[in-house]
């Protein structure tokens, strides 16, 4: 529970612990709040990467506390297949789907293999659980935003752990987990991947990630060309870094806005390496997402912003127009888009 403050070790940043800090616990008490848990709140740093969860005393205890705070907090549970701690909740236009990375994980990665393949944990949300959540992301609402524990891919060939523009990358780690997620080609299996599903590849719908894991702001469009049995990969990934006191993330001189990499463009990247992040020098970045679902077809707004409320990157997202593709602000869309009028549940949020 560092989050709200409750560990004497929090790393402290100007003489406070973050966790008690006045703008933590005003956001605490003033926002929303649908949780899902990570590495951090289900016991150590790394709790099923390469700490085995099912052995762990930590785990257990935190599991404990979890299940008794934050668990009534959580939209529904979609635990159809695996008995993950995964849900998803649907509010007007929009539905959002949160993987579990933690209860399933095997524990048994090894960063000492980072610039292998598959140097992760043999299994990290399971193929159960990804049929599970693929489940939830077939919905007629035009945006779906899948929520991960941990990072997309690295961004550069040198696949250094804190500085290649992922932090344990599902796709360079557990490629098998990643292709059934998101590319797989198979379009008999059921459910469908996200690059597979109209709902989910731009068709119809559009699907967007947000993660953690990374303490860096870090806006990617991810794109990879098809292959074997794989379709081609085209969505975006937004993290906003974290609030707490990491001091052992950068970006190597390689990467910035601009990089591209296996075919994949950073379009935001903002670090300690810059001196933006660390030790209370800038790492409270947001994110807002404002969904238009009056308009047609319906559009959805995300807007970045650093400490000081300065716009790093705005694009919307539209219904009907194909590979999750980001326009700008100002373009002029009306005639990019074509497709039939659509019906979706309102849920009032």
């Known amino acids: 529970m560092a989050a709200f403050g409750l560990f004497e070790t929090d790393i402290v ?4 612990n973050w966790g008690q800090g006045e703008a933590v616990i005003w956001g605490r008490r003033n926002l929303n709040l649908v949780p899902q848990k990570g590495d951090h709140d289900a016991g150590f740093n790394e709790m099923g990467w390469d700490i085995v969860p099912a052995t762990s005393i930590s785990y257990a205890a935190s599991k404990n506390l979890w299940d ?3 668990v009534p907090l959580q939209p529904p549970s979609i635990a159809n297949r695996a008995t993950a701690n995964h849900w998803s909740v649907t509010l007007g236009a929009l539905t959002f789907v949160a993987p579990d990375g933690i209860t399933l994980a095997s524990g048994d990665g090894n960063d000492a293999n980072i610039a292998s393949s598959n140097y992760g944990p043999t299994t990290i949300y399971s193929n159960n659980q990804i049929d599970d959540c693929l489940d939830a992301l077939n919905t007629d609402t035009p945006f779906k935003i899948l929520g991960l524990a941990y990072s997309i891919k690295f961004m550069d060939a040198t696949h250094t752990k804190f500085f290649s523009g992922a932090q344990n990358p599902l796709k360079n780690a557990r490629l098998s987990e990643f292709q059934r997620f998101f590319t797989k080609m198979d379009d008999t299996v059921n459910p469908l991947s996200v690059m597979a599903n109209a709902k989910t590849n731009g068709t119809y719908g559009t699907c967007i990630t947000m993660h953690g894991d990374y303490h860096v702001n870090e806006i990617a469009q991810n794109q990879a060309t098809a292959y074997t049995g794989n379709h081609a990969e085209n969505f975006y990934s937004f993290t906003i870094g974290t609030s707490n006191g990491s001091v052992n993330f950068g970006v190597s001189p390689g990467i910035d806005a601009g990089t591209v990499y296996d075919g994949s463009t950073i379009e935001v ?5 810059k001196g933006l992040q660390q030790n ?42 194909g590979g999750n593709y980001a326009f700008n602000v100002t373009d002029d869309i009306s005639d990019k888009c074509t497709g039939i009028s659509s019906s979706y549940d309102v849920i009032d949020a």
């Open 13 to 16: 940043i100007n003489g406070e």
């Open 68 to 70: 008794t705070i934050m």
């Open 269 to 273: 990247i903002e670090s300690a390496s």
């Open 280 to 321: 209370g020098g800038g790492h409270w970045w947001s994110m807002r997402i404002d969904i238009n679902d009056a308009t047609y077809p319906p559009e959805m707004t995300i807007t970045d912003k650093d400490r000081n409320d300065n716009v790093t990157w705005s694009k919307r997202f539209t219904q009907y127009r």
